[in-house]
């Protein structure tokens, strides 16, 4: 007979660990001294291991291979983990989704039905899943942007009838420009390129400017699992934050880091969604948010590249030749 597991011995459940967010998320979470079962498609560490303290503590995470597109496979991997939450974060981004719109469906939409319902089979399962600014309405259309978009939007309000019918509890989180080490993927990861590229003394041009709410990782990441611990009842959707910089504050804050740095801007604008930001339901559950300022959290990404610079340049021993 399998006895019961107590909620507060349950592992977290994490699907595209191997992301960026993802491996933020790990990397928290073993700060934190929890438990994680990290899941991708494959069980690439790379970006993990960037933002690791030490190399060994990807030994402290159970990595598992999981296709969210397949439904027995999650089914499976939530009977046998018994999670006291899923963290479900795998999804392919905007340019991916557009190349290739069925497998975006696939993996956007389709995934996240296979987890809810897993969730739900699985004793209700609490869900912490990324959602996206990108599901906000904006334009003269009032809807998303692109089919990335359109595909979380769609999975908020499976979500939202997921608690209706079957009470699996849900919080979909919206991040919006999510930077730090590891972001190398997607139409505004430009933004920490030009950090990276500031701290290695390259010179770089940013794609356009624009007003974003730009997010340091680990703020975001420690959302995401305080609404793991939090969450009991409830489908709810909530912005990660408000504020809203310009590019040229983000070039301000590299060139205060980096005054040597040329960092310039093209002369093109990228719409975005520029208001009706609300943190409301995420501040219920867990309070009011602490976020680290657009300067600090520059700055800190920019020290984390340097010292991945220096940590891959070739040492020379003591009889090197000059």
Not at 57 to 74: G, H, M, N, P
Request: aromatic fraction near 6%; proline fraction near 6%; charged fraction near 20%.
């Amino acid at each position: 007979m399998t006895l019961p597991v107590e909620s507060s011995d349950r592992p977290l459940l994490l699907t595209g660990a191997a992301g960026f967010l993802g491996a933020w998320i790990a990397r928290r979470a073993l700060q934190k001294g929890r438990h994680v079962i990290a899941c991708d498609l494959g069980l690439d560490q790379r970006r993990f291991l960037q933002i690791a303290e030490r190399p060994e503590q990807a030994t402290q995470i159970d990595w598992r291979t999981l296709d969210v597109t397949d439904a027995k496979a999650v089914a499976a991997l939530v009977t046998e983990t018994q999670p006291r939450a899923v963290l479900h974060l795998a999804a392919l981004q905007i340019p991916a989704c557009a190349a290739k719109p069925s497998l975006g469906a696939r993996v956007n939409l389709e995934g996240q039905i296979n987890v809810l319902e897993a969730a739900r089979h699985g004793g209700r399962i609490p869900v912490v899943y990324a959602s996206s600014a990108a599901a906000k309405p904006r334009g003269p259309d009032k809807a998303p942007a692109n089919l990335y978009g359109v595909y979380k939007q769609a999975g908020e309000g499976v979500s939202r009838l997921y608690w209706r019918d079957h009470g699996v509890p849900s919080i979909g989180l919206r991040p919006y420009v999510v930077y730090g080490v590891g972001r190398d993927q997607g139409e505004t990861s430009a933004f920490t390129a030009a950090m990276q590229a500031a701290a290695e003394g390259r010179s770089f041009e940013l794609p356009f400017g624009g007003r974003f709410c730009f997010q340091y990782a680990a703020d975001v990441a420690d959302l995401f699992l305080g609404c793991a611990e939090a969450l009991r009842a409830g489908a709810t959707v909530s912005d990660v934050s408000g504020e809203l910089h310009s590019v040229d504050d983000l070039q301000d804050a590299i060139l205060t880091a980096v005054p040597e740095a040329h960092i310039a801007v093209k002369p093109v604008d990228r719409p975005g969604p520029d208001g009706g930001f609300d943190t409301a339901p995420l501040e219920a559950l867990l309070g009011p948010l602490e976020t680290t300022s657009l300067h600090c959290g520059v700055a800190e990404t920019i020290r984390a590249f340097r010292h991945l610079a220096d940590s891959r340049a070739p040492s020379r021993g003591d009889g090197a030749s000059q």
